[in-house]
């Protein structure tokens, strides 16, 4: 079954906003990652936190983990028509291979 | 660099035809993956292989079976297509097995059984 779960499903925001996406997940993980699929084409990783760490940044991207609650919450700044697209959100841990959630659906209108 | 190569790209079936999906990864990577996506569902791993002579069973096998060829190889077949098999096929690699690097995903095959 699907470890990560994601929220909200969806998102709908204008140009320049920020969008803030939730993960929880339900047991111990060794790390978390984000991945972003425009329609219609394969999934492209975004960014990788480790579960020692509790903030991570890649250019527009922050991500965060809370393991005591574990949760991580992705924050795209600043956003643009072209970061339409879904996120996933994907565990890694000692036992399991890379299990995703359900997604969540971003729009950003211009 | 190609990365991820999937064939074919759109495919209809009838019930209870057979096909094979291919996949090839040219990053020497040791891991690789098929799932399918349906819609609400997000991605459920099909099978996977950590490493080349290896594969193993994820969330729902049933009704496929895999072949890791190679290294680079590893191919996904449905021996009797059911309409329940109509998906997004993604096939994925990575150098490790347990999500600690991350993965690469093909452009995905678009199944429909009828």
């Known amino acids: 079954s699907q470890q990560g779960e994601e929220d909200p499903q969806a998102l709908s925001i204008q140009e320049g906003e920020n969008a803030t996406m939730n993960c929880s997940y339900k047991t111990s993980i060794n790390n978390l990652q984000w991945y972003r699929q425009n329609s219609g084409r394969g999934l492209v990783h975004l960014i990788l936190i480790r579960s020692n760490e509790r903030e991570k940044h890649s250019g527009r991207l922050r991500v965060t983990l809370d393991t005591s609650k574990k949760s991580s919450s992705l924050l795209i700044t600043a956003s643009r028509a072209a970061d339409t697209a879904s996120y996933f959100c994907?565990?890694?841990?000692?036992?399991?291979?890379?299990?995703f959630g359900k997604g969540t659906m971003l729009l950003v209108s211009p | 660099n190609a990365g991820v190569t999937q064939t074919p790209k759109f495919q209809v079936l009838k019930t209870g035809q057979s096909m094979t999906l291919q996949c090839a990864q040219d990053m020497n990577h040791n891991s690789m993956y098929w799932y399918r996506q349906d819609p609400g569902m997000g991605l459920r791993l099909i099978y996977y292989?950590?490493?080349?002579?290896?594969?193993d069973k994820g969330e729902v096998p049933n009704g496929y079976n895999v072949s890791r060829l190679n290294k680079r190889e590893f191919s996904l077949r449905l021996e009797s297509a059911a309409p329940s098999q109509t998906s997004v096929y993604f096939c994925?690699?990575?150098?490790?097995?347990?999500?600690?690097?991350?993965?690469?995903f093909g452009q995905g095959t678009r199944l429909t059984v009828v």
């Open positions: 994907a565990t890694g841990a000692r036992y399991s291979t890379l299990t």
């Open positions: 994925a690699s990575s150098t490790g097995l347990r999500g600690n690097t991350e993965a690469f």
């Open positions: 292989s950590a490493s080349e002579g290896t594969t």
